[in-house]
């Protein structure tokens, strides 16, 4: 069964402009002094650090709405990437309304984290990695202290995956082209090795080496002097940055950049809107960016996109699509809209679109060298492939609850049903995709009061909890960007 709907949205070939998940614009919180109990044998203080690492992500807790426990990694690159150095924090909140944070100063053998803090929260916790099942990735239980509080017992979870920084590199990011072979201008250019070249739009078309930056791992974003980048992917535009430019910590411009910015969205399938069908709602759950790589196409990738619709003009339940994109050389790309007319089939493991000469199989199955958290093989035109993507589909309901900015001028509001308001309106109808947290709404041709479109892109910062930098009136003269947080 197909849904058609006018959807004429702010797009890269197709895909939302803004093309990764939310973070403010923070420094780092200030920490408070910790007391160490003595290393795991074998392990050093950078391995504890390093393992800690690989279970960054924001854990939702289930003592009371709105708690959580978060590793919040951050690295400082310098000397042009040459060197590098990883600040963990742990972040808690019990209560959803206040916040702590100290950097990890304690213990952690890959599996049992100790922390005792001086006049700050102190941490006994078990991490269980969800290697296989879909959904979160990561289990955590065990208890939390408060300053001058007993322990108290805690259980919750995280959809996150981290990703390093260097995922990102070997690639070079252009601003969007007006249209199909459309000039485009390179605007950023990584390195595999943490080199990172950037051109803000007013050195003439020159890139510029950065001397150093900070990398975070959760919400995949470059910050330094004069740039501030929000990776992410998005369907046949490849590899996507938003470069948001700011000033005294607030958004003033947004700039998409892509890898791909002259590959279009297919012509048609757009209106491949399906409620929950097996094949489709099975296939969004390995969205994500698989590299394909070979020594002859170092990009080459393979891209699956899901999105949901919540339109109750349309229907009652959520709606959904997939995008799916190839490139075998990483130059030139093909797009295909995920159609059960169309001779496309996808079993849970095994996607074949025999018109296209693909079959590919996807298991979640995490890859502790590479962070990589589901693996693809398959053939594409007879080729072998085999790939890997970082990234997970985090449900819109993780999000659920009240966000604001420090002024109160502005309250976002998401419900575990899936309502969203903004300042009091709701947003009727929206398109969200679940690998890079983004909403927009309402939808264009809605029968109902027209609203201009309101994008969100949403996310978690430090001891502000989970946040949304928030664009209203896009596409118009009246354009704001503020930040609302859970924890203003």
Known sequence: ??????????????VLVVPSPAAAIPALAPTVATARGGAPSGMSEKQQKMALVAFNGYYALDNSPGAYFFVDTNVFVTEGGAKRRYVVSLVVSLDGKTSQS????????????????????????????QPKKLGPTVKVSGTISLP?????????STYDNPIPFSFWGGQTYYESAPGSGGKSTAAVVMGKNGELFYDKGS????????KSYRYNLDMYYFKFTGGYLIMGTAGQSGLTINDMGE???????????????????????????????TGVTALMDFSGYYSIATK???????????????????????LSRVLISVSRNGKTVKSWYYDTAGQMAFNGKVLRMPKQGITL??????????????????KIKERNVQG??????????????SMSDSAGEHVLVITKAGDVSLDGQVISNYQYVPTMYILAGPLPGSTVVPQPVTLLSLGYSGTNGTTAIVTTDYGTPQVKTFTVYAIP
């Open 388 to 401: 890997s993507s970082p990234f997970n589909s985090v449900p819109l309901s993780v999000f659920a609850g």
């Open 102 to 129: 100290v950097n990890f100063n304690g213990r952690f053998d890959g599996k049992h984290l100790t922390q005792q803090t001086v006049g700050g929260p102190s941490f006994d916790l078990m991490f269980k990695r």
């Open 296 to 318: 002859k196409y170092p990009n080459a990738f393979v891209s699956i996109q899901g999105e949901n619709l919540a339109d109750p003009e349309l229907s009652s339940e959520d």
């Open 361 to 378: 199989r996807f298991e979640r199955d995490f890859d502790a060298r590479s962070g990589g958290l589901f693996q693809m093989t398959g």
């Open 148 to 156: 001058g509080q007993a322990p108290v017992a805690t259980s919750g």
């Open 1 to 14: 069964m197909k849904f058609k709907t006018a959807l004429a949205l702010a797009l890269v070939g197709g």
């Open 247 to 277: 000033k005294d910590g607030m958004v003033v411009s947004q700039r998409a950049l892509v890898t791909h910015p002259n590959a279009s969205a297919p012509s048609t399938g757009a209106e491949n809107w399906y409620p929950k069908v």
């Open 203 to 210: 050195n003439g078309n020159s890139l510029v080496k950065v």
